[in-house]
Nanobody, 124 residues
């Protein structure tokens, strides 16, 4: 089992940057696929990015491709989401999540462990 705690959210002007961090505790962090999701009011969580255990296989949603970068540090049990060129439509609650066993995961249902979320607000 793994516990996840996000940090780094906040208020930023359009065009600005934020860096989200997700600290994991528990065993075998390096075995997990880590994902970043976001949720808009009244909608389901959608995947933003995913990174496999090695850090070499990475997925980005089209809406963030070229602006967001995810990375992980297995030695520190942490995963990061660097968000640049932020837009007002990026305003959402952001979650990190962990998936174990599949080797790769892009669907919300494949992630068993979730953080509490961190809010990102982009003002236009």
């Amino acid at each position: 089992q793994v516990q996840l705690v996000e940090s780094g959210g906040g208020l930023v002007q359009a065009g600005g940057s934020l860096r989200l961090s997700c600290a994991a505790s528990g065993r075998s962090f390096s075995s997990y696929v880590m994902g970043w999701f976001r949720q808009f009011p009244g909608e389901e969580r959608e995947i933003v990015a995913a990174i496999d255990w090695s850090g070499y296989r990475i997925y980005y949603a089209d809406s963030v491709k070229g602006r967001f970068t995810t990375s992980r540090d297995n030695a520190k049990n942490a995963v990061f989401l660097q968000m640049n060129s932020l837009k007002s439509e990026d305003t959402a609650l952001y979650y990190c999540a962990a998936s174990y066993g599949s080797g790769w995961a892009l669907r919300r249902e494949e992630y068993a462990y979730w953080g509490q979320g961190t809010r990102v607000t982009v003002s236009s």
